[in-house]
């Protein structure tokens, strides 16, 4: 599943209706008239030119780097501008994000007259409650057919009257409720189905595609926090989680009559009665140690295929927290003393095609390791998320030492040390592997070690293409360029 967040992580789809645009302003048109698209330097061409009265930090861009989109301010409205061209003027618009296909923007805005929409595309949808335009994120399938809104703090509705919940769901144009509490929606690998929890303070229950499922009682040892404005009792920070396997099978980490447990299909694999400390990433219910095994309920994985399911537990082992990883058979085999939240590179386990090769980040507190079968890399202050060539022969991630950044293939260090870093990206054939850093001179893209023209930004990429052809879009100035090299 595709995600793009507009603010907080809590969640959208194709929308219906449609509402004339308002006749554009003179200055607006003369501005659409100095976009270009000429050539730059080598390998390198100028797609538009950013209007001056642009709000820079809300310029977008699609996966592919071809369309881009921005709000443009003047006299107390909002426009929306997608290619040049402009959709839509509002009183007020949140973030503005691209489906995966790149052919349809999403955002939620404020109309003039005080209504609020949903808009992706032409198209737009008013919902029955009040929407804080920068409050939703949107969701998709990977293949773009399908998508979806979360919508926060709907705290009243159309009319200014309180409204029955907080947090709203939209799936492919229908409403799915309104809520007090729930979790980040989870789209099926055939891109048909959306799942997640919902809770009214004492039960939860998972929802799929709009329609109730299994309910549970909320452990008493679960920790609870009451909004005092509200007067709200939240109990989701648990982090109950779910993941969707092959032939869409769902499982989840959620509570049972003896505390939390791991179900796959209706079938429950393992109990445990209480979560564990996770840096933040989520709450406790009780102490380690004191009623035996703590699953850390976030670490709840699956392969990209949906093969397999693996998840993180720790125990008390001779007065020392030790963390395992349990399969759906029993362990894994795979143990380590260091809290594999206590590493940015959350959640700490991935899962291959295979459903069998298990990649970690072990070490101890202060020093970290990514770690996969017999392999294990050299000890960092902190290590980031691993990126797996398509040979499955290599791994690449970032490490942190001394407030410095390298990227790091195996146990060979690439290019420099930055300030900053973008996720790696290997060529179809695995023999090259590029990254955007950021230095003092700006940015990079930075392929086989070697840094690129330096820009004021790396709006999107690198990637390559089937072909092995790396492309990105660089902003230098107003200018915005897409560059390419074979």
């Given at each position: 599943?595709?995600?793009?967040?507009?603010?907080?992580?809590?969640?959208?789809?194709?929308?219906?209706?449609?509402?004339?645009?308002?006749?554009?302003?003179?200055?607006?048109?003369?501005?659409?008239?100095?976009?270009?698209?000429?050539?730059?330097?080598?390998?390198?061409?100028?797609?538009?030119?950013?209007?001056?009265?642009?709000?820079?930090?809300?310029?977008?861009?699609?996966?592919?780097?071809?369309?881009?989109?921005?709000?443009?301010?003047?006299?107390?409205?909002?426009?929306?501008?997608?290619?040049?061209?402009?959709?839509?003027?509002?009183?007020?618009?949140?973030?503005?994000?691209?489906?995966?296909?790149?052919?349809?923007?999403?955002?939620?805005?404020?109309?003039?007259?005080?209504?609020?929409?949903?808009?992706?595309?032409?198209?737009?949808?008013?919902?029955?409650?009040?929407?804080?335009?920068?409050?939703?994120?949107?969701?998709?399938?990977?293949?773009?057919?399908?998508?979806?809104?979360?919508?926060?703090?709907?705290?009243?509705?159309?009319?200014?009257?309180?409204?029955?919940?907080?947090?709203?769901?939209?799936?492919?144009?229908?409403?799915?409720?309104?809520?007090?509490?729930?979790?980040?929606?989870?789209?099926?690998?055939?891109?048909?189905?959306?799942?997640?929890?919902?809770?009214?303070?004492?039960?939860?229950?998972?929802?799929?595609?709009?329609?109730?499922?299994?309910?549970?009682?909320?452990?008493?040892?679960?920790?609870?926090?009451?909004?005092?404005?509200?007067?709200?009792?939240?109990?989701?920070?648990?982090?109950?989680?779910?993941?969707?396997?092959?032939?869409?099978?769902?499982?989840?980490?959620?509570?049972?009559?003896?505390?939390?447990?791991?179900?796959?299909?209706?079938?429950?694999?393992?109990?445990?009665?209480?979560?564990?400390?996770?840096?933040?990433?989520?709450?406790?219910?009780?102490?380690?140690?004191?009623?035996?095994?703590?699953?850390?309920?976030?670490?709840?994985?699956?392969?990209?295929?949906?093969?397999?399911?693996?998840?993180?537990?720790?125990?008390?082992?001779?007065?020392?927290?030790?963390?395992?990883?349990?399969?759906?058979?029993?362990?894994?085999?795979?143990?380590?003393?260091?809290?594999?939240?206590?590493?940015?590179?959350?959640p700490s386990l991935w899962l291959a095609s295979d459903g069998r090769t298990i990649?970690?980040?072990?070490?101890?507190?202060?020093?970290?390791?990514?770690?996969?079968?017999?392999?294990?890399?050299?000890?960092?202050?902190?290590?980031?998320?691993?990126?797996?060539?398509?040979?499955?022969?290599?791994?690449?991630?970032?490490?942190?030492?001394?407030?410095?950044?390298?990227?790091?293939?195996?146990?060979?260090?690439?290019?420099?040390?930055?300030?900053?870093?973008?996720?790696?990206?290997?060529?179809?054939?695995?023999?090259?592997?590029?990254?955007?850093?950021?230095?003092?001179?700006?940015?990079?893209?930075?392929?086989?070690?070697?840094?690129?023209?330096?820009?004021?930004?790396?709006?999107?990429?690198?990637?390559?293409?089937?072909?092995?052809?790396?492309?990105?879009?660089?902003?230098?100035?107003?200018?915005?360029?897409?560059?390419?090299?074979?």
């Open positions: 599943m595709k995600t793009k967040q507009f603010r907080n992580p809590m969640f959208v789809s194709t929308f219906f209706g449609h509402s004339p645009f308002s006749a554009l302003p003179t200055w607006m048109i003369i501005t659409l008239i100095t976009i270009q698209s000429v050539p730059g330097g080598a390998g390198e061409e100028r797609l538009f030119t950013i209007p001056p009265a642009c709000d820079m930090p809300s310029l977008t861009l699609s996966d592919s780097g071809t369309h881009w989109a921005a709000l443009s301010r003047q006299a107390g409205s909002v426009s929306v501008l997608v290619d040049g061209e402009i959709k839509g003027t509002f009183k007020e618009v949140g973030p503005i994000v691209f489906g995966p296909l790149g052919s349809q923007v999403f955002y939620c805005a404020q109309e003039e007259d005080g209504r609020y929409s949903l808009v992706a595309g032409s198209s737009r949808m008013e919902p029955p409650f009040a929407v804080l335009p920068d409050r939703c994120t949107a969701f998709f399938s990977d293949d773009g057919s399908s998508c979806g809104l979360g919508l926060t703090e709907l705290i009243t509705d159309a009319k200014g009257e309180k409204g029955p919940g907080r947090y709203g769901v939209v799936w492919n144009a229908k409403w799915l409720g309104v809520w007090q509490e729930v979790t980040y929606p989870v789209v099926s690998l055939d891109g048909k189905h959306v799942a997640f929890f919902v809770c009214d303070g004492n039960r939860m229950q998972i929802i799929v595609d709009g329609v109730p499922k299994e309910s549970m009682a909320v452990p008493e040892n679960t920790m609870r926090i009451k909004d005092n404005s509200t007067g709200v009792v939240s109990v989701m920070f648990s982090k109950p989680k779910i993941v969707w396997l092959q032939d869409n099978v769902l499982a989840y980490v959620g509570p049972c009559p003896k505390g939390w447990c791991v179900s796959k299909g209706g079938q429950t694999l393992a109990e445990y009665p209480c979560l564990d400390w996770s840096g933040g990433n989520a709450l406790y219910s009780e102490p380690v140690g004191q009623t035996g095994a703590a699953i850390y309920s976030t670490s709840l994985t699956t392969s990209s295929d949906g093969a397999g399911l693996v998840w993180w537990v720790c125990e008390r082992i001779e007065g020392k927290k030790v963390w395992k990883v349990m399969g759906e058979n029993g362990p894994t085999g795979i143990t380590t003393e260091m809290d594999p939240s206590w590493n940015p590179a959350r990649t970690y980040v072990g070490g101890q507190t202060g020093r970290s390791t990514i770690c996969r079968g017999d392999w294990k890399s050299s000890a960092f202050e902190i290590v980031g998320p691993p990126v797996f060539s398509p040979d499955g022969q290599k791994v690449a991630f970032t490490a942190q030492e001394k407030n410095t950044l390298v990227k790091v293939v195996g146990d060979q260090r690439v290019g420099s040390r930055y300030t900053s870093t973008g996720l790696a990206v290997f060529s179809p054939d695995s023999q090259r592997l590029a990254y955007r850093a950021k230095m003092k001179a700006g940015w990079h893209v930075v392929v086989e070690g070697k840094e690129g023209k330096s820009y004021d930004q790396i709006l999107s990429g690198p990637v390559f293409d089937k072909a092995g052809r790396m492309s990105y879009v660089a902003r230098q100035g107003a200018d915005v360029f897409l560059l390419s090299e074979d």
